[in-house]
């Protein structure tokens, strides 16, 4: 490994929160009292936490400062102004409607700008955007390339929309039955996967032909701008500020997660050119979020999205952001372990068909596996497969998702690569003895979403 290409952190630590690794009777204990479900851990019992890299980034010494000057004046709050501007600046856009986190903004969007009936298209889908757009009667299409389905095809881009997809929707339904495009940047379902700026430049085209909107989910924006900046011929040379205003200018808005790329721990917004949607959006803020000048943000948390905004068009901080995650991905690609390549912006995704050979899908691998990381060393992750697809609601058979796998995310300014090792040691040693991960059975099983709070025991 050249550890020359993986830069030190651009920061020095200023405030501590200690962390200790309970002992490996505690960490048994502590698992099976959860139910060998890691969303059931208590945090305290967690040694290194990477469950999801949504808020819970650690904030600079400015953003700290910002809190400080939180104006909490219940309308036309100066924290407002500033994020209005800051936002505005960045993005490009003639409008922001601020809301308390991104699924805020999901809802304001999908009650806007879809019909019920009305197609929406997508590459891949997240969760809570997905549930947004079917509630208000829309019907979702994946019309992401078939390589961002396959843990195998190591390609760069593979966030990209299929055209071809996008043109047959268009032949097939109409133009005018497509509520928009909804783009993510990057992917995160897929692994973190960015959208190349051709791709989006060619989906701009096209819809603008046919008159059709594009949203952009902009949750991981700075990440997939990284990824351009490194790897699309042309844009060596721009900045990351550069590369987003120009990402942004290929859409007519974006909903954002501001407990991702934002930098802090609660917040978001919905950005939109059109002044007619934007008229309809400020009605309806006031319902769900609350004023149009907080959406459900106090000031002081404005205040630190705003700076946290401007901290993550630092080079220095995103180059950092994404070579850490690979630097994960790559100790373990070189012990052989079997991951999803190539390796995204905030995750690494272990592949748990692959690496629990000996278990079917129906015997929760990826379920068991992140389990068994926890009680070898304190360390959290995710499952994301067959537990997390859930069943489907006609058969009540049990979906399988080509993908099933265990998700290691990273939080935002957080860890030290050496807690990465720590990390990668672990999987690495589970991986040598990976017999011991045993199969598991439900004995509690929600009826939604039920990888939140699911319970197992062993099967065998
Ligand atoms: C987290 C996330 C959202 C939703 O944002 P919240 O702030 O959690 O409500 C939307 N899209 C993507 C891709 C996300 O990762």
New binding site residues.
Partial sequence: MNFQSYPAEPFKIKVVEPVVMKTREERIAAMKEAGYNTFNLKSEDVYIDLL?D??TNAMSDRQWAGMMIGDEAYAGSKNWIYLEKIAKEIFGFKHIVPT???????NLLSQIAIKPGQYVAGNMY????RYHQERCGGIFVDIIGDIAHDATVNAPFKGNIDLDKLKKLIDDKGAENIAYVCL?V????AGGQPVSMANMKAVRELCSKHGIKIFF?A??CVENAYFIKEQEKGYENCSIKDLVHEMFSYSDGA?M????DCIVN???FLAINDDELFGKAKELVVVYEGMPSYGGMAGRDMQAMAIGLQDSMQEEYIEHRIKQVRYLGERLLQAGIPIIEPIGGHAVFLDARRFCTHLKQEQFPAQSLAAFLYMDSGVRSMERGIVSAGRDKKTGKNHTPKLETVRLTVPRRVYTYKHMDVVADSVISLFKNKEQIRPLKFIYEPQQLRFFTAKFDFAD
């Fill in positions: 999801t949504s808020g308390h986190q991104g699924r805020g903004a999901e997240f969760t809570t955007t993510a990057t992917v995160n379902l989910d949750t991981r909903t997660s501001g407990k991702k609660i917040g978001g």
